[in-house]
């Protein structure tokens, strides 16, 4: 009953990582995985993390089901790091939220949401964005349209032309965004463009997703949320979808969440009941461990602050790896100016290689990137930073 059945082909970044685990070359450097890697190469278990995992096992909890929306507890802690807990607290804003198994399904939950309770056709998303999103969306029925985003150097941001194709959207369509940290390209609007952006939300009468993968890996906690606070404080509603994978190191244990912020009681437990209807009619009901981790470091003092202060580690050296990396291109191939790699945030950035480049790099030195010329800056370290910089001159 199979044989008819065609071969998909590989995901484009993990079918690079297959290739990458099979490249036999010992000086080998991978900057396509999208996870965070420290001096040694490795993807690190934060110090908090343990410490709350240890707490856990002391207190010898069950296995029984979770709620379908997961613990409250889980639930009202997403609110308060996306909105704050001033906003959170206001009488006129009310935010509703579930636990979900990583940011994808989050997304998939918005996407089913938006078709099935909204009747929305067509959302909207930049180009380029993040592989996954127009699958996902895809998946769901929707039709998915892309709103300009590059320069026409591919490193910096073209705010008229975001502005003048996104405003080809009609209303009651839906608009993606990504809230700081732009992934593929670490390049994000200002803060008065996001301003202009929330704007024209509400003109053209948009539904707002915002993709919240990154908190933390910007500036700060509070920083990076202001183009979701900015829109609800000046009266828009929106979907949120969050990951934990990110700012907790938790990328093996899938823990998220969706939320939406509306400014009815009644219009957010609505919301809340056709989330909670979604997700039973998809996975029933969250898992457990990585949940009970992000909920214990949280809801601990200490464990919260330790959390707090790695995070803020782990964001200064990524500042630092781009500053190295900048001066250590400029210093070979003075004639270019490399500093807009400083201008971008979070783990990515669009290096500005063409797919040719990209390709020598590949063959001749064992360096793998994306095609689209995407690095993960936190794939370097003081090891590799010179060899990779050779590598890089010899090709632009």
Known sequence: MFEAVPLSPPDSIFGLIEQFKKDVNPDKINLSVGVYQDESGTTPVMQCVRKAEQKLLDSAGNKNYLPIDGPPSYNESIGRLVLGDRLFDH???????????????????????????????????????????????????????????????RTGLDFERLIDSLGQAGPGQAVLFHTVCHNPTGVD????????????????????????????????LDADAFPIRHFVETGGEAIVCNSFSKNFGLYAERV????????????????????????????????????????????????????????????????????????????????????????????FSYSGLTPDQVARLKEEYSIYILGSGRINVAGINSQNLNRLCDAIASVV
């Open 91 to 153: 009488d006129s804003v009310h935010c509703v939220a579930a636990q979900t198994p990583g940011g994808t399904v989050s997304l998939r939950i918005a996407g089913e949401t938006l078709k099935r309770v909204f009747n929305v056709d067509t959302i909207w998303m930049s180009n380029p964005t993040w592989v996954n999103h127009p699958q996902i969306y895809g998946a769901v029925g929707l039709n998915v349209e892309q709103y300009d985003y590059l320069d026409e150097n």
């Open 256 to 347: 998220g969440g969706i939320a939406s912020v509306s400014h009815d009681a009644d219009s957010a437990a609505a919301m809340l009941s056709q989330i909670k209807l979604t997700i039973r009619t998809i996975y029933s009901n969250p898992p457990l461990h990585g949940g009970a981790i992000v909920d214990t470091i949280l809801h601990d003092a200490e464990l919260r602050q330790i959390w707090q202060t790695e995070l803020t580690e782990i964001r200064e050296r990524i500042l630092e790896l781009r500053t190295n990396f900048v001066d250590a291109m400029q210093s070979r191939v003075p004639h270019k100016d490399f500093q807009y790699i400083n201008r971008q945030r979070g783990m």
């Open 189 to 220: 609007p200002s803060v008065e463009q996001w301003k202009q952006l929330g704007e024209l939300i509400k003109e053209l009468r948009l539904l707002p997703v915002f993709d919240f993968a990154y908190q933390g890996f910007g500036e700060s």
